[in-house]
């Protein structure tokens, strides 16, 4: 990890958060460092956000490296993807990842092109509703969109197949190990921290002693496929493969397109067509999509569906029937994680935990949405921690005299009704644990129990899901009831 580090380039340019609001309440651990992972350390650093990434591995050895690293419209060429409800909200993703994917292609720095892409179908468009949807959603959203069924002897696509139908149109490519490398570099120059061990066991039961370790305020978890034990959820493994190859114009014509056909819910069939430049010297050959399987340890040596995705593809497009396979790295296997509820994303209820996990072959097409949505929810959950805090500062100073810890750690389920509930403490005892030290007129005494209470009903409101207060900015406010007896009111 430490010679990978060493060899990105940094401008440090880090954020700060803004005045009045203290850097643990603006320091966000994430968990996992593929795409999903980096992109959102990114988005968080660049919205003032301190960062830590904290993962067993980072690239190039995790998934993302080995992604075909496609832009596509949901759902994607390998299939599996069925949940209706979640696939309608990962458009929105795709949009937002086509645009800044546009741009950054603008950037020969980043790994990322901008060229066409043809997808082909055995039947007339027209004549199959899904396929009929998906492209009318996407032909007004991509540049250059044509649909024309000439696209198939243009290209110079096998015509024993019998396709009868196809369309294209400009498409975000990443070359991942460019873009890998170029997200860890943008992620440093914000001041993102990187720490690599591996965590095991469920996130929640560890997130006190996380965020403590860490001193966040929030966790995000983009741990992939990990998220099968970190946030005990049904996430398999989709293993896939690519073949890659020479695509240098010598033993072949330079390919400078992509080409593609799906995989079909229900054709019994594992394997789908695509064919696609990666940077400007190789072609990715695949694909399959193989549910439950985990071995890394195949290539075209000694695993079947390799070798028949391999001839699909140059039975599919015969120029690269003396195509020259790559010596040093003839394939690459990766895991998928398919999740069948899709993309999780979302808090955790009763934590402080943000999910952001199960993108299947997507996770490249909505990381930028994805990402983006994470860190407004993190933005959410610590612009309503400041406002309970800003409120809780007013509500001092208007009830000097009132001892209510447990109400101003529990404020959230108080919002509606704060002043009925302050005013129904007004007068009543101390919590238990402070009021034994109230009574014993001794000042050590009564604050190392104090702190015991404090430390108690911190915990309890985290457990309940109420907004702590950060220990670490905690301060006392003694005040003299009539009866004589002290209280002390924490308050950050």
Known sequence: MDQILKQIPRTPRLAHAPVGVSSRSRTVLVVGAGVSGLTTALCLGRRGFTTVVLADRFSPHVTSNVAGALWEWPPAVCGHQFDQASLERSKAWCETSYAIFSELSLD???????????????????????????????????????????????????????????????????????????????????????????ITGALREQEADLRREFDARTIVNCSGLGAAELAEDEVRPLRGALVRVRNDGRTTPRITQAHCISHTAGDGEEGFIFILPRGDERLVLGGFAELNQSGLDIGLHNHEPVRAMYRRC????????HAVIDADEPVRVGLRPFRKANVRLEQEPNTRIIHNYGHGGSGVSFSWGTSLEATELVEALVAAGIRIRQRTRGWLKRYETCSTIRELLTWPENTRSSRPVIDRWLGNPPPRGISDAVATGRRARRQTVLRGGVQDILSRSNADGGDTLPESTMRRYKTTRPNGLVDYVAVE
């Open 108 to 198: 020969p720095a980043t790994g990322v092109h901008l060229r066409p892409v043809t997808f082909y179908f055995s039947q007339p468009i027209g004549e199959t509703p899904r396929a009929l949807s998906k492209m009318e959603e996407l032909r007004v959203r991509v540049a250059n969109f044509r649909h024309d069924r000439a696209l198939i002897a243009e290209n110079e696509i096998n015509p024993a197949l019998g396709l009868r139908d196809a369309y294209s149109y400009l498409a975000p490519m990443v070359d991942t190990d460019t873009y890998m490398h170029w997200l860890m570099s943008q992620a440093l120059d914000v001041g993102c921290r990187f720490v690599e061990r591996k």
């Open 314 to 321: 140059v039975e599919f497009l015969p120029a690269l029937q």
